[in-house]
Structures are given as structure tokens and as C-alpha cells.
């Protein structure tokens, strides 16, 4: 499909929507689903400092985590196809004053750690007219729909810490990529020396609810006014925290990551038997970037499959998208009309 | 009780929210739910111009609308109880990204146009050391529980035009304020002269949904990038939509306003009966504040009422807030309560 | 005159800035006349550990200063007449990126510490709803012509260490107050409990230089970067050192000083001694705002000054500004005209 | 030597600064010879229209006059050594509220058209998303110490205006450019496109003084506000407007420029006959980039040349920078320790 955001909310967490919805309840994060949250996620983390809140929206979420570990003249170091870069209308940039975001280049939406060393040394520490090194930025699993490994985490968490800067994860497909990983999300954050994680559920099964996690609770300071300033503070919290309770409960979470992961993992296998289409990078989560010929990409449109597509070269270029509920009959049609060339 | 935030959500917008849920559609703000609204806002306002962005809070609301409309280096009049002055911990200021809020006194949470004039008058236009007056932010119904009336509310509208200023309202309580005056939603914006609202409905029974009206379609240059720079562009937004669809169908929200000032009305009748406990403010919505003898307020509180409380010299000031959702039976004990005294 | 700005530069202070034109230095504040600057400010003020920043504006000194020592979700205590409040264009809510600034009435242009203590009574600590209180800033002489005495210095002190605020000083016009005072600059400030001052010097005879000190070294934590970035790194830094140190050299500021005083309050004499004009507010300094009858207003217009001057009912308010080389003659000009009345 | 920063004032500049120190003057830029600086900068440029606004510094130029032009939530395209990205602490980030500064590699410290137009497909029009596309920015002459000519300036003007954009030179080393060019101030500006110049003077000659030039008047819009706001508007703007009025004098602005052009001319002769030492870019003013064997290095700078340097691989690399005085005795110095490897 376009985008896992087009999908709806799972019965699950719908469920849990409406069974908060009996009498009155404190308001703006005091209420008793939002402590229990923290909880939850303190559990699920194997981490008993850990500060979590509740948002809304994965924007809010990367700004405000990033505005809070952030010197207003400090800069941050980012893949140049990364969201905060290219897709949040500078987002960070607002919210923390004017920080700078500084691009890098990798393949396959990924940054090595030589190349962020690199990108470092632009920067003179104690030097004025220099924007200072504050923060490292990686998503994971990352827009290309690749993934890093705990072992790739902390090579870039050497970095961060050689250079004393913090380590974000922008996790709007977090749950993707420790399917894919096969890791605990423990091992694949703190203990890989992530200091704040964007805990994204929104894209796989809930109806709006994104986590900033601070895994060291000294780091959240001023998190509650910059989040109430910024119009984040939502009154009906529980509602919100009730989806993050039911996402996390029993595995709903991995399972739905599992079954995107696995339906994207049909298709690739149809893709890479066709010599009419291609993937772009190796993919490894719910995402498939691809080019193909004009052909296919009729075919594909005529048989109902939605997606993004653009011009490359002589060939069309499309990026296809998989999500917690994505009928395995649609790839299977996907796969069918593929088939025909 | 504490504040109508508590209250959960209504049956018939709940409803709404789960028969949302079939299927995909677009993201972003693109979808069918999202333009009915639009279409039903603009009906119910009887305005074919106005255009409209639905949101999750109130305090992104008001600050992304006076961002849109003010200057950076613009100066916005307003009551010195205002939520947006007093409440949203610096939001204006920072959405603005500098502007002045001119706090201005005055009776029972309302400003009359001589005090705006007076303010205004402070400020000298193209002076550059002077934020340049740019706007008149009025609540209605306002944090004291009062409203303004139509004419009111163009009497300083005049003030408005004739310093060639904007008029905002933040209907954060909007329904209470209409169904208190009985006229209609276009009498006391638009044709009183209101260029922008903060149209609320989380208060008064959705789960989270407000919207951003600007009833000049011109006015909200720039308003899409603000709003997902600063991370308010909700993903899933039929979700936010059909709630605001469900509010206004069938005058459900009207309904809903409408038991909210009837319970405190209720609850009036017994304050202005007793010696025990006085009126802060000429109640006409569905706020109550006021001042008790501190036995009643330790007898309230026993049986079970819930508000905000602090000290008075020697007596206790309160505030009561009534919801669409308050039960009858809560305002006859707490009557019940006060009769004793 | 209209202001003490329309004067032009000491002969000392010019003399010095000529001298420096010989050869090469660092630019940037990295310069020998920089550090000598430092070193100067630390005897006069008798502090060792003092930190300054020289600067060319007294609007880039205050909001500097205050976005050092304020966090951006700050509240920031001021009278309402204050140039930071009424006269820089929403300055420190731009350079704070959204802090607020709370004012405070009070007779002849000061704050009384009762009047801060309710202010701050407004917010509640902890309370994200709520900007959180962060320093106090009063001005020195203000801007009425009046002056805080030390003891009324520490009295405000006080109460922001109570609530654990800062303290910061405008000092624009900080010699008039210092020769008022019969006091030791370090009596004014730090040793009454000021954490902060604008040492201002433009007015009193310099080019354009204005110090920001931090009387705790501590306390400047970031300045650097938001002088570079808000464009107030100057290159030829010592051509602006070299004007303070020539101005603090030899009582060369407290000298200039006394004179602006001295003819002003010659002027006071006359007006005290007319029944045509009133002193608005207990003149102390060198800034007189006086209301007079049409026809002297008409009088000393004709005769050459010049002044801002109002409407005030049926009476004329105006500003009379002495600076540190106002003639004596002029003066006595105006006493000539008054004494016809 | 290190830059052209550290020179001092040309002997005609300081003249006029004393020559301005007689009497009183209007203050905030509303003096005689404020206006009188607009003027001439209107015959200089041969553009009746311009606007100008005189300032201390360059980052503050270059930032109000992007800030002015640049939505909130726009992009400006630059290169990625420029002063703006590389060198003001996220100025433009901070001074706009939030604007992405897009980094473009190129050759020489240039862009090409295409890489341009290549940066500018990266955002999407009218997509909430992406910051918008607003601005174009070079600098001339460039950090690298080449220039742009009127027709490489006509050809990216002409991306600008296909995408709607508009075209900024920052001209910190304007003379140099216009000297090197041997055309004129209006050819290599508005002639060419250019909307807006930062017209710098202080590192050739004058003590510190920067124009805002806007070719279009009515692009100006809201400047005055925030030169304000920002500390920017000098109290006794007549020094500052009286260097620009001898700067521009009788072409002494030129001249200054050609004597560090030669100088740097001269230099470079020695350099290209030299094997132990080379060019790193086609220098065309008064800069030059250079790598260098360890040795020679170590000769230069025991012969007094000071001068940035850091390492390359087996070499060392520097910056020689000329300036209005550079003594020729200098160069002919380090030509002649060139001479000897």
C-alpha cells in the first residue's frame, strides 16, 4: 500500500479504546493507564529508570526528544533521506531553536560509523562560529526498510560517546525491525547504547500513540513543559496510553510487525525471480523499494495495488508498503500479475 | 469535578470512532472523513469560505492559529486569565516564535473594548521597538465561566477593525457559550466579526479532537507547514475527523453543552440559596466558581465531590465544572450537601 | 534633549578608539584589549570571577543574558515599563525562543518586593501548564529617572532566592544610578545579589558598547554560541574593548555620569520652584518626566530643546534627558524660559 | 595572514568616524547620515529602488535579511563551506525560526545551475512535509576565494526565478569580487538577478559596518522589527552610516579591494613556480588555499607569516589571506622563503 499509515487500528487496541471509556479519569498523563504504562514499557525494556510519555504523532515524538538532549546551538547528525531530515518540514530545527540538522550519506538508509567520524570533524568543539556536536540520529529499521543490528548500534553508539554526544533511535518502525532482528528491543536500544528511543505504534496497529523513552531519567529535563508548550499535552491521556498498554501486551506488537515483515517477504520473493522488476535496496523489514518496467507497473495498478511510484529513467520507480493487516490475497494478486512477465 | 477533561467520550462519538474503522484511507488529512468535515463545519456555520484543520489539543489550536495570523513580531491582546496566557506554559509565545502577549484586566474573565483600546494604545505603529498589535484573542465562553454575547463580541471586533487588528476566539467551551446565549454559531463568530476559532469539542465529549477555523479562506497562509513542522499533522486522521463529524451531526453537541450549563444551573440555584457559599463570578455556562465556609467545603468533600480548591483568607475558593456527561444525581448530593448548612 | 543616545562620543573614549588603529589583532574577542577589558571589569567591580561579553547594543545585552540564564519554558519578572518588556520588540521572547515575560505595575518605575512575590504566586512550580518562574530583572536607573537603592537591590534579591531566581540587572543607564547611589558599583550588584548586569556605557559617552556580566562564572554556560548565532560576534572586537576600558579608566564613566545628574537636577530646582510644570515622577537620575501648560510646552519648543512630549489631558507630559555633555547653557536656557512662567 | 579580520581601519574610514563626533543626531538610523548612506548606495548600485539597512556584522546581515525573505518553514539552498551553513552556529536556523539550510557540494566553493536544480527536486511544492523551497544563497567572492562572474550569477538566477525563489549573495568580500570581476556593482547583483546583497565592508577597511541591500523595496517587509528584536538596530547608527559614506567615497572601497587582490596576486606567481607548494583552488582574489611541504611551512612560519594551517595527509595545508594594508614588504618576504625550496 502507500504507506502502513493508511491502515486502520487492530481489533485489539480498538478494544482497549473503548473499555477505558468508563467514567472519569485524571487528565493530561496523571491518569493510572498512563503510570501503568511506564510499567509496561520498563518491563518490555529490562530497564527500571527508563521515563516514558505519551504523544501523539512521530513528529512530535522525534522533535521534543530531540529538543530535550539538544543545546539549542548544538547540531545533530542524521541520514540525508532520514524522516527528521527530509519529511518533518523542519520540525527539528523549530523545536529546538535552531539546531542544526547535519546530513550523511550511506547506503541503503544506513550511516557507517566512519562516515558520522567524518561528518564530526566539520565541527571545531569550544569553537563559536560552529554549531556544536550534540547528538547522533538513526532509524531503525531506517526509510529504505533496511535495518541496523545491535552490533551496528553500538558501533555507532562508540562514536556518540568518543564524542560525547547522545544516541537517538527514531523508531516509527521499531517493532519491524526487532522482528527482523531477532533481538530483544533491549538489545537493540540501551543496551546498544541508545539514550532515546521514538517508540513508534502508530504504523503497526494503533490509532495514534507514539512513546518518547528516555532510558536514563536524568535526560528528560524540561521534556514536560517543552511537550505542553508545543500543544503535545493531550487532556484524555488514557486513551492514548490504553493503546500503548494493549500494543505491548502478550506480543500484539511483534505479531503484527511479524506479519508485515513476512507478507513484504512473499512479495520479495516474486520480485526476485522477475526479470521484469528489481529491488532497489536489500530489503529486510515491510518495505520494498523497486524499479520495474512501465509494463508491470500498469498491470499492477490495474489489478488494484496502491502505491507511490515516480519516474526512473525509462523505468518507473515504486515504493511498496506492508502492514499489520495487509491480506496475504493482495500479494498474492501482486505476485500473480508480477508473474505475467 | 476537577475539570471537564475528565469526563470520557460520548457514546454516539465513540461509536463514530470504531465504525471508522474498515479498511484504509488516505493519511495525512486526505481522506473523505476529513473533507465531510469541512463540508459539515461549513454548513453548520452557514460560511462557504471558511476552511478548517482538526486537531488533537486545544493549546495546538489556539498557538498554530495566532502563529498563522500574527507576525513574529507582532503583539496579541488578551485577558490576563486567558488559558493562552496563563495556561499553555509560553505556547504562543513559542509558536510565534517571539510575539507578545499584552495581558489586560478585567471583570468576570471578559475584556471590554476601552481596556483593549487602552492597551493597544501603548504600542506605536512602525515604531520598531514596539511589538506591532496584531490581533484580540477573546475566550468564549471564558475560563470564569461567563460569555460573551453577539454584540459583545462585536463591539470588540470594532476595536479590531479600526486598528486593523484580527479577531481570534478560543472556544475551548464554544457549545457552553452558544447554547448559553441560544443563538447561533454564526451570529457569535463570523458575523460578530471573528476572523479565526479554536473550535473545541474535547471538553464536551470527543476523545481528542479540535479544530482550527478560519472563516476568511485566505487567512491560513502557511497554516499546513506550521502545523506539520510542529508536529500536529495526525496520520490516521479519519480517526479525529469522524469525531467531529459525530459531534455536530444531529445537534449532539448542542445536546451535550446544553446538560452541562443545565447541571450547574442546577447547582447555582442552591449556591445563591445559601450563606454558606457564594459566586465568585456571575456563572452562565457550566464553571462554577466560588467561595464556602470551610465546613462545607471538608462536608463536600466527603461526600464524594471532586473539584479544585485553595484558600481565601479565611474561606475556601472552589472551582465546580459540569460535563455532558454529569450525572444528575451527583449535583442533587452535592445541593443535598449544601442545604445542610 | 530626546535621549541621552542622541549624544555624541566622549573625547576619551574617541581618542582611545583611535589609538587601537595600529596593526593587526585577533578578531573575534580572542584580542589582548578584550581580555584587559575582563580584567578592568573585575577590579571596578572588586570580583575576581566575573565573566564579560562585550557587546555593541544594550537590547542584544539584556536578551543575551536573559536567554543564558533562562530556560526557554522560563517566566521572566520585570516592571511593565521596562525596556525589556515595552521598548525591544518582543526581544527576549524571540532570543529565549518563547520564554515569557510577566509584568509587574509599581510606582515611579520600580517593583516593590511584594509585587514580585504575587507575581510569582501565578505559577505553579512542577505545573507543565505553567511557564516556570526563572529570574527577576529590574533596571538601574529605570526608566523613569529613579533609582533602586542597594538595600532595595537585596530586598528584591531576597525574594528571588527564596523562589531559587535569578537576578539580573539592566544597567543602561547603571553609572547615573551608581553616582545617585554614592555607592560602589560592586555595592549595587553583586554584593546586594545580582547575578547578572547589562553594563551599559553608550549612553554615557561611548561609541556603541554595552558588557554583559555574569558575576557567577558559571552562570554564562552557552553565551558564546548565542552571541555567534544571533550575529553579535564582532570582528574588530577591540575597537569596542577599547571603549570600555577608556571609559572605566580614571572615574571617566562615574565623571560623565555626574554631570548628566548634576544637570538635571539643576533643571529639577527650577521646575520645583514653577507652578506651570509638575516632576510625574521624584526625579533622581538624569531623565525628568514633567507635565507643563501648553504655553511653556510652546515656550521652550521655540527656544531650541528638544524632547519627547504628549498629551496629557490638557497639560503636556514630556521626557527631559540630560546626558554626560549636555551644556550648561542649554540648561540654563530652559530654566530662563520656565522662570517666565 | 589569518583573515582580513584582523586588519584595522583604513585611515579615510577613521576620519570620518571622528569628523561624525560633533553634536547631537538622531538615533535608531533616523539621522541625516544614515539617510545620506542609502543614497549613495543607490548611485553606487544605479537602482533608485534599493533599500538599505546598516548594521555591525555579517551574520547578523546575512541571517535578517534571509529571515525576512525566507518563510518560517522555507528551504535556502547553499553551499555546504559557506559562511551561512558552515560557520554563523545554526544563525539562519535560529535568526528564521526554523528554515533548513540544504547543503550543495560544487567545485571551488561554487554551485553549478544543475546541482542546484538537483537540490530543489528534493521538495516537494505544497507538500506539508517538506520545508518549501524560498531561497537561493551565494557568496561573492567565495569562501574558497574564487568568484562567481555576472553570467554564472545570471544562470543560477535564472533556477531561481523558474522555481520562484529568491537569489541572496552574501558579500562579505563583495569589493574583492567586483574588482576581480572588473564589472560593476550593478552588473554582478540585481542586473544579474541578485534580490538581496549583504554588502560587507569590514574586512576591507572599515571598522564594522554591513549593509542589508534589497534591490526590491517591497521585499523589506517586517525587516526593521526584526533588526530590532534582534539587538540589531544601533543607537548612534550615525558611525556606522558615516564608514560606509567613506567607504564608497571616490572608489576607495575598490581600491582597497585591488590592493589585496594584487597582493594575493603576487603571492600566487611565487606559488605556481614553486614546487613545494600548491594552489588547492583557482584563486581569483584575496585568498588562497594551499598545500604545502612541512618544511616550507616551517620556514614560513619562523619568517613571521601568520596564517591558518592544519594537516593533509604528508602536508600541510593553509589559508593566506590578503587584505586593504597588507604591506607588499610582507609578501616579497614570503616569496622569497618560497624561493628557496
Redesign the interface.
Given at each position: 500500500?502507500?504507506?502502513d499509515?493508511?491502515?486502520?487500528?487492530s481489533e485489539k487496541v480498538?478494544q482497549a479504546?473503548?473499555n477505558?471509556?468508563?467514567?472519569?479519569?485524571?487528565?493530561?498523563s496523571e491518569d493510572d493507564v498512563t503510570a501503568a504504562s511506564q510499567e509496561n514499557l520498563r518491563a518490555l525494556f529490562e530497564n527500571k529508570d527508563l521515563v516514558s510519555y505519551n504523544?501523539?504523532?512521530?513528529?512530535?515524538?522525534?522533535?521534543?526528544i530531540l529538543a530535550t538532549l539538544c543545546?539549542?546551538?548544538g547540531?545533530i547528525f542524521c541520514h540525508e533521506k532520514s524522516h527528521i531530515y527530509?519529511?518533518?518540514?523542519?520540525?527539528v530545527?523549530?523545536?529546538t531553536?535552531?539546531?542544526?540538522?547535519h546530513?550523511i550519506s550511506g547506503k541503503d538508509g544506513k550511516m557507517i560509523p566512519s562516515a558520522i567520524e567524518d561528518a564530526i570533524g566539520?565541527y571545531i568543539i569550544d569553537e563559536?562560529?560552529?554549531?556544536?556536536p550534540a547528538i547522533i540520529s538513526i532509524a531503525n529499521s531506517t526509510e529504505a526498510g533496511t535495518i541496523y543490528s545491535p552490533d551496528e548500534v553500538a558501533a555507532i553508539s562508540e562514536v556518540a560517546k568518543k564524542h560525547n554526544l547522545k544516541l537517538h533511535m527514531d523508531g516509527a518502525r521499531f517493532a519491524n525491525a526487532v522482528v527482523a532482528n531477532g533481538c530483544s528491543p533491549a538489545d537493540l536500544t540501551w543496551k546498544a547504547g541508545v539514550d532515546a528511543l521514538s517508540f513508534g505504534t502508530?504504523?503497526n496497529g494503533t490509532?495514534?500513540a507514539e512513546t518518547a523513552i528516555f532510558f536514563n531519567a536524568s535526560d528528560d529535563k524540561?521534556f514536560?513543559?517543552?511537550?505542553?508548550?508545543?500543544?503535545?499535552?493531550?487532556?484524555?491521556s488514557r486513551?492514548v496510553s490504553a493503546q500503548i498498554n494493549a500494543y505491548i501486551d502478550d506480543n500484539h506488537w511483534l505479531d503484527n510487525a511479524k506479519h508485515a515483515n513476512d507478507m513484504a517477504d512473499k512479495l520479495k520473493g516474486a520480485i526476485l525471480n522477475s526479470s521484469a522488476i528489481d529491488l532497489l535496496y536489500p530489503m529486510q523489514t515491510n518495505i520494498l523499494f523497486v524499479k520495474m518496467i512501465p509494463a508491470l507497473n500498469k498491470a499492477l495498478e490495474e489489478s488494484g495495488a496502491?502505491y507511490y511510484s515516480w519516474g526512473v529513467d525509462d523505468l518507473v520507480g515504486a515504493r511498496f508498503v506492508t502492514a499489520f493487516n495487509t491480506p496475504e490475497t493482495d500479494i498474492e494478486r501482486m505476485i500473480e500479475v508480477i508473474g505475467n512477465f
Open positions: 500500500m502507500r504507506s499509515n493508511l491502515s486502520g487500528v480498538m479504546i473503548i477505558e471509556n468508563n467514567g472519569l479519569a485524571l487528565a493530561y504523544l501523539v504523532t512521530g513528529t512530535a515524538t522525534n522533535t521534543l543545546p539549542t546551538f547540531a527530509a519529511d518533518e518540514c523542519g520540525g530545527e523549530f523545536q531553536g535552531g539546531a542544526k540538522l546530513p566539520h563559536p562560529h560552529h554549531s556544536q502508530t504504523k490509532l495514534g524540561g514536560v513543559y517543552r511537550r505542553m508548550r508545543s500543544g503535545h499535552l493531550v487532556s484524555k486513551y496502491v
